[in-house]
């Protein structure tokens, strides 16, 4: 099943410009060591790593643990050369596995 | 008097009516919960591409393009949560904006109704609230909302629980004090449905009280009671005139 997943980025940016690609996440980053209201331990259900590239060029990678909250938010900068196509790919328990992208305009 | 000063006395009038909870020196002591968070916190809500909130926001736009466009525009929603509870003629009773989205639902989408606190009717709520974002609370005034605002009322005074606190002891007599490092707000709702850090998700109005009553160890009443509609009526009453910040982000 598809998470939610928020990209921000400008739509434009200048020839060598410092964007900020700001990223979140609709999960429940559920840590496997909770009990449920039966008293059994959930099962761990979090995301695992994310990988961007931009034009097929890595441009962040993260991988996730137990100790980060519910509905990951993260950023990282990136240099606008050229136009192009920002993917992000998710992974995780149950089989997640997603990609999303987002357009970036050079002018 | 001439016309001008009673002008004047009436505008004083208006002014007063609408600040509601005006202090004694006649201007308005009411703070919103936003003003006691962290810098930090306070930029999660600011900033919509940082509110968690948003991912129920973009959710409710989908749901709302699915179902609801048929009838109503965007933009003829603006405002309808800051006036909810609002009378419900067909039923004679006031209704929450969770009620008004699955009665609805069940009476012209011929759509089954939202659990309380779904994803689904949180999402609906969000993206309906964000439309009246920046208006004034504007408290539906249908007179026969009446009694059920004055219950309202009688329930925030009333103590409950083991602890036996009332609402009103905590959020009128102390707002501003601390309660374990925690400060106490005056209890406005100006931002629901709110992104809690402490749930890690999004949560309505009733499951906000339904957290205190818990904490003066008092039985909750049930998502969707009367007690509950009644509450939501007098505390947006009381919060008439304030700016509505939905979706909020609280501590």
Redesign the interface.
Same mark, same amino acid.
């Given at each position: 099943m598809n998470i $939610?997943v #928020?990209i921000?980025l400008p739509a434009t940016a200048r020839p060598g410009e410092v964007v900020e690609v $700001?990223l #979140?996440l609709?999960h429940?980053?559920e840590t496997g060591f909770r009990p449920g209201a039966d008293g059994r331990t959930v099962p761990r259900n979090t995301v695992r790593r994310i990988e961007a590239s931009f034009e097929g060029e890595r441009v962040f990678a993260a991988d996730l643990f137990p100790a980060i909250?519910?509905?990951p938010?993260l950023a990282f900068a990136l240099r606008a050369t050229r136009s192009g196509t920002l993917a992000v790919s998710i992974e995780g328990d149950n089989g997640l596995a997603q990609r999303e992208t987002a357009v970036l305009t050079v002018t | 008097m001439t016309r001008a000063r009673l002008a004047m006395a009436g505008l004083a009038g208006a002014l007063a009516l609408a600040a509601g909870a005006a202090g004694a020196a006649g201007f308005d002591t009411r703070r919103s919960g936003y003003e006691d968070m962290s810098p930090s916190t306070q930029a999660l809500q600011r900033d919509d591409?940082?509110n968690?909130a948003?991912?129920w926001v973009?959710?409710g736009e989908q749901r709302f393009a699915a179902d609801c466009l048929r009838c109503h525009s965007v933009a003829s929603l603006r405002g309808v949560a800051a006036r909810h509870p609002a009378w419900d003629a067909a039923s004679a009773k006031p209704v929450t904006l969770a009620a008004r989205i699955n009665l609805c639902r069940t009476r012209h989408v011929k759509a089954p109704a939202l659990a309380a606190e779904s994803d689904g009717l949180l999402a609906l709520e969000a993206y309906l609230a964000l439309q009246s974002r920046g208006q004034p609370l504007a408290p539906d005034g249908t007179l026969a909302l009446r009694p059920f605002r004055a219950q309202g009322e009688r329930l925030f005074q009333q103590r409950f629980g083991q602890l036996e606190f009332s609402c009103a002891q905590c959020h009128d007599d102390n707002a501003g004090r601390r309660l374990a490092g925690a400060p106490i707000p005056q209890a406005h709702p100006t931002g629901y449905p709110i992104y809690r850090?402490e749930w890690?998700?999004m949560g309505s109005l009733q499951r906000r009280l339904r957290n205190c009553m818990s904490g003066v160890r008092a039985e909750p009443f049930a998502y969707g009671s009367d007690e509950f509609t009644a509450i939501e009526l007098y505390l947006k009453q009381r919060a008439a005139g304030m700016v509505m910040e939905s979706p909020a982000v609280r501590p």
């Open positions: $939610r #928020l921000r $700001r #979140l609709q429940p980053m909250a519910a509905n938010y | 591409t940082q968690p948003m991912l973009s959710d850090l890690q998700g």
